[in-house]
């Protein structure tokens, strides 16, 4: 166990310091420069240029940028190139505001998977798991992007509920319980769009996990002793074709600090997704990089908790 | 599962079930799967419509124009007839209709639907054969010759190579001369003291030795780029580079090899134990024919699965892409811009929304069930014997 834990961890630190030098390299090596954005600008000259190159460290050669940017990351100290901010605090206050669309989008994808996908293998090849297989299906390959468009049209034109935004102008002064309903029903279209997909795929996962466990011969031994389906189904399959599941708790985190570009641009919900997105287009690289670390880091703790997880759900498993 | 059935399927002469090639059980378990075969039907028709929208819309005088411009007659919506007398008669379109409508310049959706069926194509094709081919290289190395060291010579070899391919490109011919000869130097230094010299490894020089595994080295690049959101990434380098349609291809196409070579990997670890293998080897076989001729073929099942699946989710990461407003560039027309343009005329030509987001939705559609079906057949353990 601690061998494994040791293990893993040096494992894991060395694959983040070359997530590190890949994403450096990735962001500095593409042409262009920070400096060159606005070209046009005529408050920037050449000595303007020159002052920001130095002041942002681009005038050093690569690998003492590296190491800059990492010591600043971790002392904490970096900031935007956009506006000088510190980048922590910036991503942090996009944090909360996707923090809600995270929670609710997971809540709805863990919630709505399970049932669909058990009663659909239940039900194998029942019209109900034709349906439902051809509409996760569907739901897969929708561009997510047209199924928000639909989805305000009818929410607009038959429910005449606002969308666009975090909550609508001028509310400040609207009861609590106004502004509570307001806030709500933002957040309706934008996590349904999140959870959308990920029901799909989790459905589907659900369905022939419980397939697996179904055609076990422990199942069919429950059945024959005389046990009530619902005990089979429930007690003895369902339980074991969990264990996959139980893991997949650690996968969860990296979609903390992912939030959807797309979706958080057509509902210009001021997010994680957009703030990438923003930063991507002013080439503001700290931005970009910092979360780029981030995401690395929740990824690679994803997998390391997902791991202990299975071992302590699964007893068969020595790591 | 009935007895008849069963003795329906074999022949009555023999007793043995009736011989079929590997391709034809495929064929013919497709057939029956419904919603896989019409996913291939889908693609092929989506296939023919996109040759055919290059033909009829590239060139400097094509037979419908994506590009033509008719201020008069914008936002008109699907089917509507064009007006004879404020268009110039080299305006008109070539069908007499507007089958999908017009934009909110008067262009035809229709023609650049058609032109962006090639966009699609292209991409999801190109895409997915860039990140096969990495994924096949990659995966077939770990898998086959993943627990061979990979020595200090090696990486010396190499590093100076990569020095002399960079001056190369650099301009520098002399440095990249003098790279290259002190490449090949080790190299055949290795190659003498490796032939001179079989003691136990503890005894060998430094330079000939292990440092990591091939397949150390190629999973760590897996776990690596794993790391990344894709999307994000993908985002990203679109970004930083110049707008062109190659440029997404090749972005999508290596940030998307690591299933493939996950698999491969796996496909090449079990089936280099098996019997047939060490049967080629005992005959003396080459180790690229057993590579190529022997294992690949068994390998290429989960690799086709995970290619179709692969060219879905290619096509709507560029319809992604082109409705953020990146790759490419403009006057020309992809399924996300036309979707993209349209979103502003959400209300009042939801057509430009809707023509794009369903088409879409359908070829997308279809490579996932054909995919999956793909799956399926492919997995004897899931195949219902009949």
Not at chain 1, 39 to 59: A, G
Not at chain 1, 82 to 111: H, M, Y
Not at chain 1, 244 to 267: A, K, N, Q, R, Y
Not at chain 2, 151 to 170: D, P, S
């Amino acid at each position: 166990m601690t061998a494994f834990l040791g293990r893993s961890l040096i494992q894991k630190t060395i694959t983040l310091f070359l997530v590190s030098v890949v994403s450096f390299l990735i962001i500095h090596l593409a042409p262009g420069e920070p400096s060159q954005i606005d070209p046009l600008n005529p408050k920037f000259s050449p000595e303007m240029v020159e002052r920001m190159r130095q002041e942002f460290h681009l005038d050093k050669p690569l690998h003492i940028q590296y190491l800059l940017f990492y010591r600043d990351l971790f002392s904490g100290r970096i900031v935007s190139w956009r506006d000088n901010l510190p980048v922590l605090n910036k991503i942090g206050e996009r944090f909360l505001n996707s923090l809600p669309l995270f929670i609710v989008g997971t809540l709805l994808t863990w919630t709505f998977s399970f049932p669909v996908g058990i009663r659909s293998a239940i039900r194998r090849d029942g019209p109900f798991d034709k349906t439902t297989t051809f509409l996760a299906y569907v739901l897969i390959s929708i561009p997510g992007f047209f199924f928000a468009y639909i989805l305000i049209i009818l929410v607009v034109t038959q429910l005449h509920v606002p969308v666009i935004g975090m909550y609508s102008f001028g509310i400040d002064t609207a009861s609590p319980m106004v502004r509570f309903m307001d806030r709500v029903w933002h957040l309706v279209l934008p996590s349904v769009l999140g959870a959308t997909g990920g029901i799909a795929v989790l459905s589907r996962y659900v369905r022939s996990q419980m397939l697996e466990i179904i055609g076990q011969d422990y199942v069919r031994t429950a059945r024959a002793k005389g046990l009530p389906d619902d005990a089979v189904y429930y007690r003895h399959a369902l339980r074991n074709a969990l264990l996959p599941f139980v893991t997949m708790f650690g996968l969860i985190l990296p979609g903390l600090i992912g939030g959807s570009v797309i979706i958080e641009s057509i509902f210009s919900w001021p997010g994680m997704g957009r703030m990438a997105y923003e930063a991507i287009l002013a080439r503001d690289y700290p931005v970009i990089l910092t979360l780029n670390f981030i995401t690395a880091v929740l990824v690679l703790v994803g997998t390391l908790i997902s791991d202990l997880l299975y071992m302590v759900v699964d007893p068969r498993i020595r790591l | 599962m009935t007895a008849d059935t069963r003795n329906s399927a074999l022949d009555a002469a023999t007793g043995l079930p009736p011989a079929r090639t590997p391709w034809e059980e495929t064929w013919r378990l497709l057939r029956k799967n419904r919603l896989a075969f019409s996913g291939l039907l889908i693609f092929v028709i989506f296939f023919l419509v996109a040759v055919a929208g290059i033909l009829l819309t590239a060139g400097s005088r094509p037979v419908l124009d994506p590009a033509q411009v008719r201020l008069q007659e914008k936002l008109l919506p699907p089917l509507s007839l064009p007006n004879h007398e404020v268009l110039p008669p080299e305006a008109l379109p070539p069908l007499g209709r507007y089958l999908l409508g017009t934009d909110d310049l008067g262009r035809d959706v229709f023609a650049r639907m058609l032109q962006g069926a090639w966009v699609s194509l292209t991409v999801g094709f190109v895409a997915v054969g860039i990140a096969v081919i990495i994924g096949i290289i990659l995966g077939g190395l770990a898998g086959y010759y993943g627990d061979q060291e990979l020595e200090v010579g090696h990486l010396l070899v190499w590093t100076t190579g990569v020095i002399a391919a960079f001056l190369l490109l650099t301009n520098r011919p002399a440095g990249a001369a003098a790279a290259a000869a002190a490449s090949a130097v080790i190299w055949i230094v290795m190659r003498r003291e490796r032939s001179l010299y079989e003691g136990p490894p503890s005894r060998r020089r430094w330079f000939t030795r292990g440092l990591v595994s091939v397949d150390t080295l190629i999973m760590r690049a897996v776990d690596v780029m794993l790391c990344f959101p894709s999307f994000f990434l993908i985002l990203t380098v679109v970004a930083l580079l110049p707008a062109s349609l190659y440029n997404i291809m090749v972005v999508i196409g290596l940030t998307s090899w690591m299933g493939t070579t996950r698999f491969v990997r796996a496909e090449f670890l079990s089936l280099r134990e098996q019997d047939f293998v060490a049967a080629a080897r005992a005959l003396g076989i080459g180790d690229m024919r057993i590579i190529f001729r022997h294992i690949m073929p068994n390998a290429m099942a989960p690799v086709l699965v995970s290619a179709t699946l692969g060219i879905a989710t290619a096509i709507l990461t560029e319809a992604g892409l082109s409705f953020l407003g990146f790759g490419v560039p403009p006057p020309h027309a992809t399924w996300g811009n036309i979707l993209s343009d349209g979103k502003q005329f959400i209300f009042d030509a939801p057509w430009l929304t809707f023509a794009p987001g369903i088409v879409i939705l359908i070829v997308v559609l279809a490579f996932n069930l054909f995919g999956e079906g793909l799956r399926d057949i492919m997995n004897p353990k899931l195949r219902e014997r009949n």
